[in-house]
């Protein structure tokens, strides 16, 4: 992978394109929305799908410069790779070959390109998926898991229940299935539990180096919240975080298991603000809830009728927005630029 270009160089390397603004920001858009619904795309393929949408507005040049330059930049939820970064006995130096990856699609270690080999070998001799622009253009965010479809896939997926038995690939039985710690999870939820994959356990034995297997170990038995941490390179002024859960009880526990590490965290998900505004101990801002925007007159921004008509046994229906003066709930956090951490929290309500 190149090395990220300092933003004052990137801002050059944008400007030599000679197009404007309008155009760097069409350019983008497009490239998530390629990385968002295709997974993996190569640049002459995604032209391709760039002029079915947009004719000739940007040239086939500068559509492939422009990969050669997004490429450099830091930050983006997708990367653009080299064909031979991913595909070692490629030899290919041609930038339309380069590859738009999603980066939810590249892991680390000795697998890190296996999702997108499979990615590219599933899309083998198919055509790419052309939807109505305005659908295509709606995969700029990766907003699956806030439809009712991806909730429901979540929930499905957290209630299975493991038969406690690793297999290969094969389906043959290699032995007990374990959690992280080495006890048997048989019956559990795979929502309860966190296991190493069977990558992840390659991994480890891969490594002849003791030191190696051992951070190896560490890093894949870590707490999610770590993991994030410690992937950060260049360390930011404010590291804030939202938890969305139900319970109080898990929100209030993960902000002391970060207190100090991170500059603020707060709650949602219940729509009702709490009055337990806080700096933790070692400088982290808290809340549980932050609260709603929406009509004030609602069952969370919906109708009262229509939700009361629901609890009553009514038949379920597409919610219908609730009318009327609205409010916005939240909380204002004063950080200190210098340690990075919370002075102070405020809850605001206005009406």
Known sequence: M???LSPKTLEKKYAELGLSEAKLRLLHTYFRCFSNLYGVISVREAWDVFKHY???????????????????????PYSVYELQEVFRDEESDIPQDRLIVNNDLVM????RFIQIYATVERQEDKPHYLPEKSVFLSFVEDRFYLT????????FVGNLRTGGTMRKHDKTPTGPL???YGKPVLGKRLSEFVFRTQMEAFEIEYFKDEHKKRKLEEEYTAVA?????KAQTDKPTFTLVEFHAGATSEKLALAYYLDGRVSALWGTHTHVPTADMQVFPKGTGYVTDLGMTGPIRSVL?????????FFLGGLPGRYRTAEGACKLQGAIFTLDSGTGLCVGVERIEVL
């Open 108 to 111: 680390t270690g000795y697998h």
């Open 54 to 76: 947009e004719g000739l507005s940007v040239h086939k040049k500068d559509f492939v410069a422009f990969s050669g330059v997004v490429q450099r930049e830091a930050g983006l």
């Open 148 to 155: 009712p479809q991806g909730k429901d896939m979540a929930s």
């Open 178 to 180: 374990l959690d992280v």
């Open 2 to 4: 190149m090395k990220p």
């Open 225 to 229: 919240a770590d993991k994030l941490l």
């Open 301 to 309: 921004g919906i109708r009262p009728e229509q939700s009361v008509e």
